[in-house]
């Protein structure tokens, strides 16, 4: 069974940066693609940052565009999400998912609170 549990989460101010972890319990190595998700409270879960397998090709939306990196260490298993010039609608439960021979896996979620 695949786990992927988030870590990094807290409460930081307006301009200030986390960086998000994304443990799997198993090799990332066959995930065919591994990114990061939110949701805000009354609001629909959206795409943050995604990655393929080989690294080379990232996805963000545009409203991180510039202040958030997406990254993956395989020796650790462990994908981040830099995060910079945190905004307070950055304010949300980041959630960790990852897709491997077609089924895909959640993480339990980190809040990210972002205050003025």
């Known amino acids: 069974q695949v786990q992927l549990v988030e870590s990094g989460g807290g409460l930081v101010q307006t301009g200030g940066s986390l960086r998000l972890s994304c443990a799997a319990s198993?090799?990332?190595?066959?995930?065919?693609?591994m990114g990061w998700y939110r949701q805000a409270p009354g609001k629909q879960r959206e795409l943050v940052a995604t990655?393929?397998?080989?690294?080379?090709?990232?996805n963000y939306a545009d409203s991180v565009k510039g202040r958030f990196t997406i990254s993956r260490d395989n020796a650790k298993n462990t994908v981040y999400l830099q995060m910079n010039s945190l905004k307070s609608e950055d304010t949300a439960v980041y959630y960790c998912?990852?897709?491997?021979?077609?089924?895909?896996?959640w993480g339990q979620g980190t809040q990210v609170t972002v205050s003025s």
């Open positions: 198993g090799s990332i190595f066959f995930f065919s693609l």
């Open positions: 990655m393929v397998s080989d690294g080379g090709s990232s």
């Open positions: 998912r990852g897709v491997r021979f077609g089924s895909e896996y």
